[in-house]
Each structure stands twice: as C-alpha cells, then as structure tokens.
C-alpha cells in the first residue's frame, strides 16, 4: 500500500509540473495517466525502473514536449494561411477596376510559382498542367502513364511545398 501511496503522490507532483509547463491542468493530468497506462504496460515486460517516479516524470515530459511541439508547428501552419490570404487580398476590390494586365500579371505569376525550382521536374510538369492547362488528375495520369491517385499525390506534395517553401505570389518590383 506504500508504494502506491507514493506513486499516487508521484502523479500529482508530475501533474503540477506539466500544469506548469503547458498551462493546462486537463492536457496535464491526461499526460500524466498516459504515463502510467504506459508503465502499467512496459513495466511488466521490462521491469519496474530503479526509480519509477522519475521514469514517468521523464515520460510524462517528453509526451508534453511533443504536445508543444505539435502545437508550435499548428500555429505556424496558421500563420501561413493567414499570410497566403493576405496575399490573395488586394488593394482595389472592385471587379469592374480588374484590367487585363491585372490577369496578365497574375498568370505571370502562377506561371512562375507553378515552375519553381523547388519543385521537381516531374511535380512542375503536373502542377502546370493542372493550373494553367486545366486539365484533370485522371488527364494528367494518362499523359504521365501513371494512375490517378499518384498523380493526385504528386501534385497536393506539390502544392504544399510551394507553401512549405513560402513561395510569393506577388513579383519583385512590381504593383501586385
């Protein structure tokens, strides 16, 4: 009865600190009993560590590191968006002030970002097809002598890492 005295006690000190660490009382306590659902499940095979409260500290800890690394990572997602919305605002609204150097520009710049050398031969060739050629996946698969979902893959890993790469929208030097 001891020993489950004191890893009962062990939980509440390894809550605190998580607590602390990611200013959530809930996602805290639900870290700490993962820890112990964990050891409930290794220890048996492996042993009871030399000291067990340390063990799930460590683990406990390193599953909230994780948490905020997942977190820090959807927040950078986030702040992308937000800035590749900004990018499709522009500064006059109206429809009827558009101009056709307006969508000239804009191809322009489709153009280039759909053949950025960040892009493979393969994932430029697709991409362009698609954007600017308006042709289908299952039409692009055909052409490529592929199947739809690889050609359909080759293309969103396209599209994300334009985004990954931050690629602009807008050109140098000019008004966008």
Same mark, same amino acid.
Request: aromatic share 4%.
């Given at each position: 009865?001891?020993?489950?005295?004191?890893? !009962?006690?062990?939980i509440?000190? *390894?809550i605190a600190?998580?607590? =602390?660490?990611?200013?959530d009382?809930?996602?805290?306590?639900?870290?700490a009993?993962d820890?112990l659902?964990?050891?409930?499940?290794?220890w048996?095979?492996?042993?009871?560590?030399?000291?067990?409260?340390?063990?799930l500290?460590v683990?406990?800890k390193?599953?909230?590191l994780?948490?905020?690394? %997942? /977190?820090?990572?959807?927040?950078?997602?986030h702040?992308? $968006?937000?800035?590749? !919305?900004?990018?499709?605002?522009t500064?006059s609204?109206?429809p009827?002030e558009? &101009?056709?150097d307006?969508i000239?520009?804009?191809?322009? %710049?489709l153009i /280039?970002? @759909?053949c950025h050398?960040v892009?493979s031969?393969? !994932?430029?060739?697709?991409l362009?097809?698609r954007l600017?050629g308006?042709?289908?996946t299952?039409e *692009?698969a =055909?052409?490529f002598?592929? &199947?739809e979902? &690889?050609i359909g893959? %080759? *293309?969103?890993? @396209?599209?994300?890492a334009?985004i990954? @790469?931050? $690629?602009?929208?807008?050109c %140098?030097?000019?008004?966008?």
């Amino acid at each position: 009865m001891h020993h489950r005295d004191s890893l !009962a006690h062990g939980i509440g000190q *390894i809550i605190a600190k998580l607590a =602390r660490m990611l200013r959530d009382v809930g996602l805290a306590e639900e870290l700490a009993q993962d820890a112990l659902v964990t050891a409930l499940e290794q220890w048996p095979k492996s042993g009871v560590p030399s000291n067990p409260g340390a063990w799930l500290m460590v683990t406990a800890k390193n599953r909230a590191l994780d948490q905020l690394r %997942r /977190f820090k990572l959807l927040q950078r997602k986030h702040q992308m $968006v937000a800035q590749e !919305a900004e990018l499709f605002v522009t500064e006059s609204s109206m429809p009827d002030e558009v &101009t056709d150097d307006d969508i000239g520009d804009d191809l322009l %710049r489709l153009i /280039f970002m @759909a053949c950025h050398p960040v892009l493979s031969t393969e !994932a430029r060739v697709a991409l362009t097809l698609r954007l600017l050629g308006g042709l289908t996946t299952a039409e *692009i698969a =055909r052409a490529f002598l592929s &199947t739809e979902p &690889t050609i359909g893959q %080759r *293309i969103v890993r @396209a599209k994300r890492a334009l985004i990954e @790469a931050r $690629v602009p929208l807008k050109c %140098r030097g000019r008004k966008s």
